[in-house]
């Protein structure tokens, strides 16, 4: 059974930071692109940032860049989401995705397997 997890939110000050772990199970990650995704309430579901099977690419949203970092351990069957001067307007249910082939948008109705979200606050 495919599974994707999602671990690591939290409640964190602004500019603070936090660590976003995508742990997929079932199956290996080598092959698919990974997407992480958030949605606020009242909000449309938006892609924040996209990372390629092997690596080499990455897309970020215009409001994270410069501020998060996606990257993956394919040997721990990992993504993670690096998320550094957090801002109260990121507050969303984060989640991650996996999609094989590696779409060419980084766009959640482009992915077909979700894990369930993990609740990231930034208040003070």
């Known amino acids: 059974q495919l599974q994707l997890v999602e671990s690591g939110g939290g409640l964190v000050q602004p500019g603070g930071s936090l660590r976003l772990s995508c742990a997929a199970s079932?199956?290996?990650?080598?092959?698919?692109?990974i997407g992480w995704f958030r949605q606020a309430p009242g909000k449309e579901r938006e892609g924040v940032s996209c990372?390629?099977?092997?690596?080499?690419?990455?897309n970020y949203a215009d409001s994270v860049k410069g501020r998060f970092t996606i990257s993956r351990d394919n040997a721990k069957n990992t993504v993670y989401l690096q998320m550094n001067s957090l801002k109260p307007e990121d507050t969303a249910v984060y989640y991650c995705?996996?999609?094989?082939?590696?779409?060419?948008?980084?766009?959640?109705?482009?992915?077909?397997?979700w894990g369930q979200g993990t609740q990231v606050t930034v208040s003070s």
């Open positions: 995705a996996a999609q094989f082939p590696s779409p060419r948008t980084c766009v959640w109705s482009r992915y077909a397997y």
């Open positions: 079932g199956f290996t990650l080598d092959y698919y692109a």
């Open positions: 990372i390629s099977a092997s690596g080499g690419s990455t």
